[in-house]
């Protein structure tokens, strides 16, 4: 069993920076990547931005250019530095992590973050 935390989520003013921690735990299998995602009250929940284990990166297009992804394979950490926040950043913050080979999801519990106008 895979166990994910996240970390890192806050009440911060618009234009602020908040960097979101999450660390793997447990039986970890072989990772196809880890991400972050997000959700809003009354939105469906999306992909922010994704780092598969070669290290390629992928971002929504509202947070390109803000946020950046990265991770610590010795750690089984990833991180999400978030810059220029916005209020429409605000939601639950989710991290994901994908098996290899069986495309397994888990995920973690969330974090708030909460960016004020």
């Known amino acids: 069993q895979v166990q994910l935390v996240e970390s890192g989520g806050d009440l911060v003013q618009a234009g602020g920076s908040l960097r979101l921690s999450c660390a793997a735990s447990?039986?970890?299998?072989?990772?196809?990547?880890m991400g972050w995602y997000r959700q809003a009250p009354g939105k469906e929940r999306e992909l922010v931005a994704i780092?598969?284990?070669?290290?390629?990166?992928s971002y929504a297009g509202s947070v390109k250019g803000r946020f950046t992804i990265s991770r610590d394979n010795a750690k089984n950490t990833v991180y999400l530095q978030m810059n220029s926040l916005k209020p429409e950043d605000t939601a639950v913050y989710y991290c994901?992590?994908?098996?290899?080979?069986?495309?397994?999801?888990?995920w973690g519990q969330g974090t708030q973050v909460t960016v004020s106008s």
């Open positions: 994901n992590l994908v098996v290899r080979n069986t495309g397994r999801n888990y």
């Open positions: 447990g039986s970890i299998p072989s990772i196809s990547a």
């Open positions: 780092i598969t284990n070669g290290g390629s990166t």
